[in-house]
């Protein structure tokens, strides 16, 4: 094409630009690529301009932001307003001469202008004050963690406060900056850790996980223990370790009843059918052990009731006996069945723990034999005393089976035989209702005078107590308190 068509056409077209941008002049509408707000106004009349600033300051939200916390607002929640009509009469001024003419050769090209903003210092404060809650930092204490049975430090963090005043003042100076951002940086003061060392507790944690904890579960019917080593890393499991809010050196721990129910119930099912453990006392127990810093659980075995089918030539008298228990006990457990058994029958046998209601002491037994005619006491695994005794006689006799020092009365009254009854310790009732019990006592007397049996001793000579010597019940009274097994054997 010629260089005389080119020119004609530049020409051409520079001239449309020019009736374009003298008819948008006489119009009064805003020039091509002119925005606020991010908002496009170009083509618009000024009246529709500030329609539509209005509208998107309505949709404008401001950050608040500090470290990783955010929070959204309303400008006019921080004292900020938008004078609309006056932000559209400055659009409206903009590219209203030569470099106007520029832009409509550059579509492409945008000019922002800033809004016309107001801005009350005493509103943008008491909005911060009172979100300064929800956009605090707060510090973190140092702590531990156990993963694994291993302790590990958790190290302190600096919290952050919102600074008000500041953080108002800040934006009274970057106001336009702020809004046409959408962000507020947030001015703070830092808050110190209330705990910032916890080598202590740290040490102590490792200390309470160095070793096994022992489970020791006693059944005090066998006299005998079961023994369950747990490695720290499974007990370590059930606690939650925490430092002490009030002593950094300190430890609080917070049982995790999940895994230790578990593993309980895991070994009480796997005794033997008739034997169980007392899942919510043994949780109590693992509680209170590892409260006071002991690593050693005394659990107790239970024992179901049983049944027994009859064989021929048993009685009420012979099976209570057998299993240990006085025969009313039976009778009661078994309403109805009367002085007649039927081989074949079968007979509810009630848990010898009736026998054992308070709390077992441990490392005292007391043995009686009433084929021997004797007792022993035994301290943990020595013999204290081993002394001559007489049981119940033939028309009522002493009940073997596994009872407990229930009672202490320095001196008993039997009404039935009219028998004051010294050192008197009880450890069973022959019949469950009644008032009295069978139980140890020194040589008795009779009408306040005479004393009885004290060539005795060595035969049956009572109507079911244990007789000691004076002498001996008054040292078997002081050393079994109450609690304390006694095994009766046949």
């Not at 590990?152 to 009274?172: F, H, Q, R």
């Not at 489970?215 to 370590?236: F, H, K, M, T």
């Not at 007789?467 to 308190?481: D, H, K, P, Q």
Request: glycine share 6%; hydrophobic share 45%.
């Amino acid at each position: 094409m010629p260089v005389w068509h080119t020119g004609r056409w530049v020409l051409a077209l520079l001239a449309a630009s020019l009736i374009v941008f003298a008819l948008l002049y006489d119009l009064g509408m805003i020039m091509p690529g002119v925005q606020v707000l991010g908002t496009d106004l170009s083509w618009m009349s000024r009246a529709r301009a500030e329609e539509e600033i209005e509208r998107t300051w309505q949709r404008w939200p401001i950050r608040l932001e500090v470290e990783d916390h955010a929070l959204y607002v309303a400008p006019a929640d921080l004292g900020i307003s938008l004078d609309a009509k006056a932000t559209a009469q400055a659009a409206h001024r903009r590219g209203r001469f030569l470099d106007g003419i520029a832009r409509l050769l550059r579509v492409q090209a945008r000019v922002d202008v800033s809004p016309v903003l107001r801005f009350d210092l005493a509103t943008a404060e008491a909005s911060l004050r009172s979100r300064a809650d929800l956009l605090r930092v707060p510090a973190v204490n140092a702590g531990l963690r156990v993963e694994g049975g291993q302790v590990e430090e958790m190290p302190p963090a600096v919290g952050y406060a919102v600074d008000a005043p500041a953080t108002a003042l800040w934006l009274s100076h970057r106001l336009t900056q702020v809004v046409t951002e959408g962000r507020l940086p947030l001015v703070v003061s830092p808050v110190r850790p209330l705990v910032e060392d916890v080598g202590a507790a740290v040490a102590r944690a490792r200390q309470w996980l160095a070793s096994p904890l022992a489970v020791r579960a006693y059944d005090p019917i066998a006299d005998e223990s079961v023994l369950w080593s747990v490695q720290p890393e499974v007990w370590g499991t059930w606690l939650s370790l925490s430092v002490s809010q009030g002593d950094p050196t300190r430890l609080d721990a917070e049982l995790d009843k999940e895994p230790v129910y578990a593993f309980l119930a895991a070994q009480s099912a796997a005794l033997a059918p008739d034997r169980y453990l007392d899942l919510v006392k043994s949780m109590a127990a693992v509680s209170e052990t590892l409260d006071s810093e002991r690593w050693d659980v005394r659990l107790r075995i239970y024992h179901r009731e049983q049944q027994h089918v009859v064989q021929l030539g048993e009685t009420v008298s012979s099976i209570a006996r057998d299993r240990g228990m006085p025969y009313p006990w039976l009778l009661e457990a078994n309403p109805g069945i009367g002085d007649a058994l039927t081989a074949g029958q079968t007979l509810v046998i009630p848990s010898p723990d009736l026998f054992l209601p308070l709390p077992l002491v441990e490392g005292k037994r007391i043995v009686v034999s009433i084929s021997q005619q004797a007792m022993w006491a035994y301290e943990g695994d020595s013999v204290r005393w081993v002394w001559p005794v007489s049981t119940g006689i033939a028309s009522s006799p002493t009940s073997p089976g596994v009872f407990q020092i229930q009672s202490h009365d320095p001196n008993a009254y039997a009404g039935s035989w009219d028998l004051w009854m010294p050192y008197f310790m009880g450890i069973y009732r022959p019949v469950p209702a009644s008032d009295f019990m069978n139980g140890f006592h020194g040589f008795p007397t009779r009408d306040g005078a005479t004393l009885l049996w004290t060539g005795n001793l060595g035969y049956p000579i009572t109507y079911g107590c244990i007789l000691v010597s004076t002498a001996n019940g008054a040292a078997l009274y002081e050393w079994a308190e109450d609690g304390v097994v006694v095994e009766i054997q046949p």
